[in-house]
């Protein structure tokens, strides 16, 4: 944490500002593989489309501010909008349709477990992914560029110095409010439908419902990490939707550890300056993450923060 | 004047052609216990599932306190007062016995949409909870994973976890499954204790706690019921003695 704070001074200091950009990249993925975590790792949802409420958040961040730059209204039913350029207004317009998306979404995924799960949340962030690269007025396959970062009043957002700290700060109100959630009479429900939903449900939970939910608060957190990233990169493109990405949270959730927030956050720090190191030494980076990854799975089954925590009780 | 709980009328189950209930009527009077027992197949199970809600009669009906809940899903059933213990037992391993049970009673609260407050800290579930867990002497072992619990004392959560809430009805489905002759002694007591309070009906292959516990007894063979009576009733019937405690004397 002190780290993270201090972090940006020092790289001012010796002149490597690149640092605080991908710094601020790997912040808004921890917070996208928190998203995540709340439902796999707590509610044992494995969504393999988890990149679409990303993509949508972005797409949302690009779009209001793509019609202010324009000029032309968003739509005029019923009633008229001319898109923004405000990030929390921004912000607020992203939860609300990741959460729609959602829910229409889950109402159907839900009704499957396990493997089908996984199919269908890909396939409807497929049919997303598709959705975008046909829509021609917002650069279909090629993207959309945005005119600037999004304004939040006081403060200069197209300053990286100044974004990184926005970035810490939402990333930081994220993990309180999941802790919050995941410790809440809501999270130990979500927790049981993982460990035995049919035992849930002779217990008397209508578990159906608690688990959309929950997918659809994870939606909008993912959502908001969308936004962000739309705004660090000033550009956003179909991509965002794809299942690499959703393929990348959920390793970065898996290597933290499953069912913890910090694993989460710790997943998406390892997993994005290993790709960054490897990567500098050689294109195929991936060949030496994956066995990685897999030792990981096999000799640590609750990820990188199960094996810190385990340090840190046979300490004690 | 007696008063029926829970009763099926005429209550088939079939699967893909294989009659697994056949016209099961069965009746729960209040504050019964009430034991089902048959040959391995007969199909209890699958009438606890349906009197429960997990499965969907193919025919037939499910009344509670005389009004219909054939169509009830399991967690309605189970808000409105019908409770079930597993055969295999299903408590939550990844948590403390206090969360186990803490949840049960959660259940039975309104809704669970809250997102805020700590629930370790909500004083009202623990003590709740607590109180569960020391009428099955399970006080000691609150703070304890369910998964480390000895067998016994997990088949104790198990049937603990079911009365949360005060129900009217609690299906038991084998609850001394595995557990010993000492620990089906002393679960048989506990369930003796509870007579009167709650309208039991157990499935139970341990004739000792059969004979012990029930006030009446229902005989299921190939999923049809060819008895039900009181223990010597039982006892003395001679279709029973044919089908099923004549096998297993001889």
Same mark, same amino acid.
């Given at each position: 944490?002190?780290?993270?704070?201090?972090?940006?001074?020092?790289?001012?200091?010796?002149?490597?500002?690149?640092?605080?950009?991908?710094?601020?990249?790997?912040?808004?993925?921890?917070?996208?593989?928190?998203?995540?975590?709340?439902?796999?790792?707590?509610?044992?949802?494995?969504?393999?489309?988890?990149?679409?409420?990303?993509?949508?958040?972005?797409?949302?961040?690009?779009?209001?501010?793509?019609?202010?730059?324009?000029?032309?209204?968003?739509?005029?039913?019923?009633?008229?909008?001319?898109?923004?350029?405000?990030?929390?207004?921004?912000?607020?317009?992203?939860?609300?349709?990741?959460?729609?998306?959602?829910?229409?979404?889950?109402?159907?995924?839900?009704?499957?477990?396990?493997?089908?799960?996984?199919?269908?949340?890909?396939?409807?962030?497929?049919?997303?992914?598709?959705?975008?690269?046909?829509?021609?007025?917002?650069?279909?396959?090629?993207?959309?560029?945005?005119?600037?970062?999004?304004?939040?009043?006081?403060?200069?957002?197209?300053?990286?110095?100044?974004?990184?700290?926005?970035?810490?700060?939402?990333?930081?109100?994220?993990?309180?409010?999941? *802790? *919050?959630?995941?410790?809440?009479?809501?999270?130990?429900?979500? *927790?049981?439908?993982?460990?035995?939903?049919?035992?849930?449900?002779?217990?008397?939970?209508?578990?159906?419902?608690? *688990?959309?939910?929950?997918?659809?608060?994870?939606?909008?957190?993912?959502?908001?990490?969308?936004?962000?990233?739309?705004?660090?990169?000033?550009?956003?493109?179909?991509?965002?939707?794809?299942?690499?990405?959703?393929?990348?949270?959920?390793?970065?959730?898996?290597?933290g550890g499953l069912g913890s927030i910090y694993g989460a956050v710790i997943g998406a720090f390892v997993y994005l300056l290993l790709e960054q190191v490897l990567s500098a030494y050689t294109e195929h980076w991936?060949?030496?993450?994956?066995?990685?990854?897999?030792?990981?799975?096999?000799?640590?089954?609750?990820?990188?923060?199960?094996?810190?925590?385990?340090?840190?009780?046979?300490?004690? | 004047?007696?008063?029926?709980?829970?009763?099926?009328?005429?209550?088939?189950?079939?699967?893909?052609?294989?009659?697994?209930?056949?016209?099961?009527?069965?009746?729960?009077?209040?504050?019964?216990?009430?034991?089902?027992?048959?040959?391995?197949?007969?199909?209890?199970?699958?009438?606890?599932?349906?009197?429960?809600?997990? /499965?969907?009669?193919?025919?037939?009906?499910?009344?509670?306190?005389?009004?219909?809940?054939?169509?009830?899903?399991?967690?309605?059933?189970?808000?409105?007062?019908?409770?079930?213990?597993?055969?295999?037992?299903?408590?939550?391993?990844?948590?403390?016995?206090?969360?186990?049970?803490?949840?049960?009673?959660?259940?039975?609260?309104?809704?669970?949409?809250?997102?805020?407050?700590?629930?370790?800290?909500?004083?009202?579930?623990?003590?709740?909870?607590?109180? /569960?867990?020391?009428?099955?002497?399970?006080?000691?072992?609150?703070? /304890?994973?369910?998964?480390?619990?000895?067998?016994?004392?997990?088949?104790? /959560?198990?049937?603990?976890?079911?009365?949360?809430?005060?129900?009217?009805?609690?299906?038991?489905?084998?609850?001394?499954?595995?557990?010993?002759?000492?620990?089906?002694?002393?679960?048989?007591?506990?369930?003796?204790?509870?007579?009167?309070?709650?309208?039991?009906?157990?499935?139970?292959?341990?004739?000792?706690?059969?004979?012990?516990?029930?006030?009446?007894?229902?005989?299921?063979?190939?999923?049809?019921?060819?008895?039900?009576?009181?223990?010597?009733?039982?006892?003395?019937?001679?279709?029973?003695?044919?089908?099923?405690?004549?096998?297993?004397?001889?």
């Amino acid at each position: 944490m002190i780290v993270l704070i201090l972090l940006p001074f020092v790289a001012e200091a010796v002149d490597e500002s690149y640092v605080i950009s991908s710094m601020t990249r790997i912040m808004i993925f921890a917070m996208a593989a928190v998203s995540l975590d709340l439902i796999v790792g707590y509610g044992a949802m494995v969504s393999f489309g988890h990149a679409a409420f990303v993509g949508l958040g972005a797409y949302v961040a690009a779009i209001l501010s793509f019609h202010i730059n324009d000029g032309s209204a968003v739509f005029n039913f019923p009633f008229s909008f001319d898109g923004s350029n405000n990030l929390f207004l921004i912000l607020i317009v992203a939860i609300f349709v990741a959460a729609i998306v959602a829910a229409l979404t889950g109402l159907i995924s839900l009704r499957t477990h396990g493997i089908h799960f996984i199919m269908i949340t890909l396939a409807f962030a497929q049919m997303l992914y598709y959705l975008f690269i046909s829509l021609d007025t917002y650069g279909g396959e090629d993207g959309l560029l945005m005119p600037g970062r999004n304004q939040v009043p006081f403060i200069d957002t197209a300053d990286d110095f100044t974004f990184y700290y926005l970035c810490l700060l939402i990333l930081v109100v994220y993990i309180f409010l999941s *802790r *919050r959630l995941v410790n809440s009479q809501f999270g130990r429900v979500i *927790r049981g439908c993982k460990l035995n939903e049919k035992r849930m449900q002779s217990l008397g939970f209508n578990t159906y419902w608690y *688990r959309l939910t929950a997918y659809i608060i994870a939606a909008t957190g993912a959502a908001v990490a969308g936004v962000l990233l739309a705004n660090k990169t000033e550009f956003v493109d179909p991509g965002l939707f794809s299942w690499h990405l959703s393929g990348e949270l959920l390793v970065m959730v898996i290597l933290g550890g499953l069912g913890s927030i910090y694993g989460a956050v710790i997943g998406a720090f390892v997993y994005l300056l290993l790709e960054q190191v490897l990567s500098a030494y050689t294109e195929h980076w991936m060949f030496f993450l994956g066995p990685f990854l897999i030792l990981v799975v096999i000799y640590a089954r609750h990820g990188i923060y199960g094996v810190l925590q385990n340090k840190v009780l046979s300490n004690d | 004047m007696t008063e029926v709980v829970l009763h099926t009328e005429n209550l088939c189950k079939n699967y893909a052609g294989l009659a697994a209930n056949t016209n099961v009527n069965l009746q729960l009077i209040k504050g019964e216990i009430h034991a089902l027992i048959g040959p391995n197949g007969a199909g209890k199970s699958t009438a606890i599932a349906q009197l429960s809600g997990e /499965l969907s009669p193919s025919s037939g009906s499910v009344y509670f306190n005389g009004a219909e809940v054939t169509d009830k899903p399991v967690f309605d059933r189970a808000t409105m007062g019908i409770s079930r213990s597993f055969q295999v037992t299903s408590v939550f391993d990844e948590m403390t016995v206090l969360e186990n049970l803490a949840l049960a009673v959660q259940a039975h609260q309104g809704h669970s949409y809250f997102f805020w407050a700590a629930i370790n800290k909500n004083r009202k579930l623990n003590q709740q909870a607590c109180e /569960l867990a020391s009428q099955f002497g399970l006080e000691q072992h609150q703070k /304890l994973l369910a998964g480390a619990l000895a067998h016994g004392e997990k088949r104790q /959560l198990e049937v603990a976890m079911t009365l949360a809430g005060n129900p009217q009805v609690l299906l038991l489905d084998e609850p001394m499954a595995g557990i010993g002759p000492g620990g089906s002694k002393e679960l048989t007591q506990l369930l003796d204790g509870l007579r009167g309070r709650y309208s039991i009906l157990l499935v139970e292959h341990d004739m000792d706690a059969v004979f012990a516990l029930a006030d009446r007894i229902s005989v299921l063979v190939y999923g049809e019921i060819i008895a039900t009576g009181t223990v010597d009733e039982i006892r003395n019937n001679e279709k029973v003695q044919q089908a099923y405690l004549g096998h297993s004397e001889n």
